[in-house]
């Protein structure tokens, strides 16, 4: 695991100035679902108790998810993991910590059905309850077939996908700007030398792949086994899809429990047990205002009517 995870490391500094790329500034999405995805992930009507919406524990003006720990269901019941931003997550390799919905359409559906989130059992009787309260002539307008499950999952996807937050100082830096200070740039150098861009890469700076917690010092902080509970594999065990790191002075707490609140913490955890490595008050520092520069805009798609 070592040799491999070195090797990345090398290829990763190698490679650098291709391993990480701008978000878009625009992205194409059908706006007419967009626009009732949006209505549907705003409305606690997709709740058993009318209590719960998907914006209940993703907040679209800051980092993308609730601020806590774990999430809060209905009832007061409480999730099992830290809630992941929904921000750029068109971009992931899959979606939730163990990557167990293979895309959107899959993933917006999981919290409809889960009794601790949004606790529906019943799918004939969701759909009776959208009728009732106006959905089936909106549906219509933007489906032939009018109001369905699949419609439904289809219409929060398409809102989702269009969560895109460009322009972080970071990727105007990117495209040739001069923007980024000299503190930030040294910042940015130590996230490559040190080997942080190794797992962080891509358009996401992270999303792309899986990655075991605990690479170099074992770090056992839950009972969540990660991919292991979707593949049942033992090497699977601890391993969790790479968090992106954009938005990420948005997204406390951090790691897949939320039970660490600094970024800089973060930071220094993040080094010791995935890298080997004790990080000097100097270099965390430096990698942590880095960090600062991944915040994007708003979303475009939030403004929309």
């Not at 650098?16 to 967009?34: F, G, V």
């Not at 923007?179 to 962080?200: A, P, T």
């Not at 047990?273 to 000097?280: I, S």
């Amino acid at each position: 695991m070592r040799i491999v995870f070195l090797l990345c490391s090398f290829l990763s500094l190698f490679f650098a100035s291709e391993l990480i790329t701008p978000l878009p500034l625009h992205i194409n999405y059908d706006k007419s679902k967009a626009i009732l995805g949006k209505k549907l992930f705003f409305d606690p009507v997709l709740s058993k108790d009318n209590t719960i919406s998907c914006a209940h524990c993703h907040n679209l003006q800051e980092g993308g998810d609730d601020g806590l720990e774990v999430s809060v269901g209905i009832d007061g019941k409480l999730g099992s993991i830290n809630a992941p931003t929904v921000l750029n997550s068109v971009y992931n390799i899959a979606q939730f910590w163990d990557g167990r919905a293979k895309n959107l359409q899959a993933q917006a559906i999981e919290p409809i059905h889960n009794p601790v989130e949004m606790g529906i059992e019943d799918t004939k009787a969701l759909l009776k309850k959208l009728k009732n309260n106006g959905y089936e002539k909106l549906f219509f307008e933007v489906y032939t077939d009018g109001l369905s499950l699949k419609n439904l999952v289809d219409a929060i996807a398409e809102f989702e996908k269009a969560l895109i937050t460009p322009n972080s100082r970071f990727d105007r830096y990117l495209k040739g700007e001069s923007i980024l200070s000299q503190e930030e740039l040294s910042g940015y150098e130590l996230f490559k030398s040190i080997g942080c861009i190794s797992c962080h890469n891509g358009i996401l700076l992270g999303g792309n792949f899986y990655q075991k917690v605990g690479i170099y010092e074992p770090y056992y902080a839950d009972e969540n086994l990660g991919r292991f509970s979707v593949t049942k594999l033992e090497e699977d065990k601890y391993y969790f899809k790479v968090p992106t790191l954009r938005n990420i002075s948005k997204t406390a707490p951090y790691l897949h429990h939320g039970k660490v609140t600094s970024l800089k913490d973060t930071i220094q955890i993040m080094a010791y047990h995935q890298l080997g490595r004790e990080l000097e008050t100097l270099e965390r520092d430096l990698i942590y205002k880095f960090l600062l520069t991944l915040d994007g805009d708003i979303p475009e798609i939030l403004n929309e009517k």
